[in-house]
C-alpha cells in the first residue's frame, strides 16, 4: 500500500502563487506515476498534472504556463507550483499515484491511490 498526503493549500488573492506538496509513503517504488487532479464546487473532478518515472510530465491546458510540476525524489514528495493563480482554480486539490504504466494516466482510471485533498481558495 502506498499513502499519499496533500498540504501547501490554503487562501490566496488573484495573481499569486501556492505550492502544493504530495508526500508518499509505504510502497512507493510501486508507483509509476503520480498526478495531481482538482475538484470544484459542482463540477467532476479533472486532471491537472502529472510525473512519471522516468521524468516527463504533462500538464492540463488549464494550468499550462502557469502551474509546474516536479519531484524530489529525495523526500518521496511531488509539487505543484501554481502561478497566476485565478477564481477559477478554486478547488480542492489531490494527489494520486497509478501502479501500472498507462497510456492514459491523465484519467482517473489509471490512478490506484489518491489523498485526502488539500483546498485551495482563491479569493479578493
Known amino acids: 500500500q502506498v499513502q499519499l498526503v496533500e498540504s501547501g493549500g490554503g487562501l490566496v488573492q488573484p495573481g499569486g502563487s501556492l505550492r502544493l506538496s504530495c508526500t508518499a509513503s509505504?510502497?512507493?517504488?510501486?508507483?509509476?506515476?503520480t498526478g495531481w487532479f482538482r475538484q470544484a464546487p459542482g463540477k467532476e473532478r479533472e486532471f491537472v498534472a502529472l510525473i512519471r518515472t522516468g521524468g516527463s510530465t504533462q500538464h492540463a491546458d488549464s494550468g499550462r504556463g502557469r502551474f509546474i510540476i516536479s519531484r524530489d525524489n529525495d523526500k518521496g514528495t511531488v509539487y505543484l507550483q501554481m502561478n497566476s493563480l485565478k477564481f477559477e482554480d478554486t478547488a480542492i486539490y489531490y494527489c494520486?499515484?497509478?501502479?501500472?504504466?498507462?497510456?492514459?494516466?491523465?484519467?482517473?482510471?489509471?490512478?490506484?491511490?489518491w489523498g485526502q485533498g488539500t483546498q485551495v481558495t482563491v479569493t479578493s
Open positions: 509505504g510502497k512507493t517504488w510501486d508507483i509509476t506515476h
Open positions: 494520486a499515484g497509478g501502479r501500472r504504466f498507462s497510456a492514459t494516466d491523465d484519467r482517473e482510471e489509471a490512478y490506484d491511490y
